[in-house]
């Protein structure tokens, strides 16, 4: 986002002008940002046989798969819901990676059916799909090597509590269910977690993989997962995404020359390919002065953005209608009828009723968890491609809201 001629524009396009045209509460992304951290992404691992899937939970509109599809992107999903997206998006069933966790065996088996690759976390599920395919389907393991990513236990999926993963310490029983039901394991994944604070603590646990992968010898490719970080405010944290693919880069041919094979290396990120590439728009209905702050409440709240009150997300809020205004400290909440607090004591540029907030990183885990709470309308989605405005999800209706309800006599 730039600020040009005091408007600020996403692609060339005034982000005031794309609310005005199609009203508010709007997300809008643009597709040039998710090409730009892609290419970023493939130009840190440049030498290396890589494969990206993008985590599609983090924003799962089908034009957005589409354009990572064409890009040659592979796709990371956890559900059958989302290989099926994928699917349709046009990915061919050998670009999805189906990773779910705490699905029965039978959600595996429609995976199977559907011919995508099956990522399995837990011994006894394991067990259940070598007594059913033996070796004729071959499967990746996700392997759960206890490193603590990031400082936020919500995000964080990798550590000893977490329910994510075989446990690096039952790596002979998963051996014994191998050699027993002759599983062919075609891959070996970790995924810690949102947050890589530094790259260090992400190579500690990619080498615990890399050890696990010398027991297995018919591997296709090695799955390191995501958890790169993003900045969400200025001065951020995030993973230095060059540095990783040097020191990742080394380690991995190194494990390769030992292998004695070439094998792809992978990666799944959400965020990292589309938490930038979003803004979420709202208007103020009213400003509201008490003794103790003043609020500014918009037309939309935890329904339509839950990360602030889910797990505290910082995300930067801008005036676009009032950009170069005086700075004041506003609290800006939401209209639900719960305390739905986007951002207390922020300094913003001076709000008047009717303004337009953007919400900046609203491109990844914004619109995929929204909801419909208190019979509110989920926003519309705007996607800005090659420095057009096209609407790719329109605003809902009260038929929505009542689609599957079922009036009964009474
Ligand atoms: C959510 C998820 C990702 C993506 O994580 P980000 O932090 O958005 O990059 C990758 N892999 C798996 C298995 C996931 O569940």
Redesign the pocket.
């Known amino acids: 986002m730039q600020l040009t001629e005091n408007a600020l524009k996403i692609d060339g396009l005034s982000l005031e002008a794309i609310a005005n045209e199609f009203g508010t509460p709007l997300y809008v992304y643009e597709t040039a940002k998710m090409e730009a951290q892609y290419k970023r992404l493939q130009k840190a691992f440049k030498g290396t046989k890589l494969k990206i899937n993008y ?1 599609c ?2 924003l799962t509109n089908l034009n957005v798969l589409r354009f990572f599809q064409q890009l040659g992107s592979g796709l ?1 999903t ?1 559900s059958i819901q989302e290989v099926q997206l994928g699917l349709k998006a046009g990915f061919k069933p050998e670009d999805i990676m189906y ?1 779910p966790n705490g699905v029965s065996i039978d959600e595996i088996k429609k995976a199977v059916e559907l011919g995508v690759r099956v990522n399995i976390d837990n011994l006894s599920i394991l067990e259940q799909f070598g007594s059913i395919y033996g070796g004729s389907y071959p499967v990746c393991v996700r392997m759960n090597p206890h490193i603590m990513a990031g400082g936020n236990a919500k995000i964080s999926v990798g550590h000893i509590d977490s329910k994510f993963g075989i446990s690096i310490h039952q790596v002979r029983h998963l051996e014994r269910l191998v050699k027993s039901l002759n599983i062919h394991v075609e891959g070996v994944h970790m ?1 810690t977690g ?1 947050d890589i604070l530094d790259v260090d603590t992400f190579l500690t646990g990619a080498e615990l993989l890399l050890e696990v992968a010398h027991k297995f010898d018919a591997l296709q490719y090695i799955d390191f ?4 970080k993003v900045a969400y405010q200025p001065n951020d944290i995030e993973t230095n995404v060059e540095e990783l693919g040097e020191k990742m880069s080394a380690l991995f041919k190194q494990f390769c020359q030992d292998y004695g094979r070439e094998l792809k290396i992978e990666f ?5 390919l589309v938490s930038e590439a979003g803004y979420f728009l709202c208007k103020v209905n009213g400003l509201k002065q008490t003794t103790a702050t003043v609020f500014a409440q918009v037309d939309t709240g935890m329904n339509h953005l839950i990360r602030p009150m889910l797990y505290d997300a910082h995300h930067e809020i801008v005036n676009i209608s009032n950009p170069a205004g005086r700075k004041r400290v506003y609290s800006v909440v939401g209209y639900i009828c719960e305390t739905d607090t986007f951002a207390n004591d922020r300094q913003l540029s001076e709000i008047r009723e009717g303004d337009i907030l953007a919400f900046k990183n609203a491109g ?1 885990y914004c619109y995929t968890m929204s909801n419909n709470y208190n019979s509110r309308y989920r926003p519309a989605e705007v996607l800005v491609h090659k420095g057009k405005a096209h609407l790719i999800t329109k605003r809902e209706t009260l038929e929505d809201i009542t689609r599957n309800q079922l009036e009964i006599k009474l």
Request: charged residues 20%; proline residues 6%; hydrophobic residues 35%.
């Open positions: 985590a939970k983090a990371d956890v990773t995924h949102s997962g995501s958890g790169f799944e990120p959400g965020k990292f990844a």
